[in-house]
């Protein structure tokens, strides 16, 4: 199979376009549940954001992604801060 085979390029694009709605998905599952961690923890009486834990987290993704890691974490923890104002329509 030639690597110019143009139903390969399809399908990759195909796949690429799958992952791409799963990365979506899962950005807004985890909006969803960092805005009910903030409600459970201003219910409790405990501060709704905790730099320890969001440390942790771009921890992770630079272990896991190395120096690009980084800026991909912070954007999400950025996302979840800013789903706080449209919580329930993230």
Do not use: F, W
């Amino acid at each position: 199979m030639a690597s110019n085979d143009p139903a390969r390029i399809a399908e990759r694009s195909q796949r690429l376009r799958a992952i791409d709605q799963d990365i979506i998905d899962l950005v807004r599952q985890r909006q969803e549940t960092a805005g009910q961690l903030r409600t459970l923890r201003r219910l409790a009486g405990l501060g709704e954001l905790q730099p320890t834990q969001e440390n942790e987290v771009v921890s992770r993704y630079c272990t896991a992604l190395g120096r690009s890691g980084a800026p991909i974490a912070l954007h999400l923890l950025l996302l979840a801060r800013s789903a706080k104002a449209g919580e329930g329509g993230a």
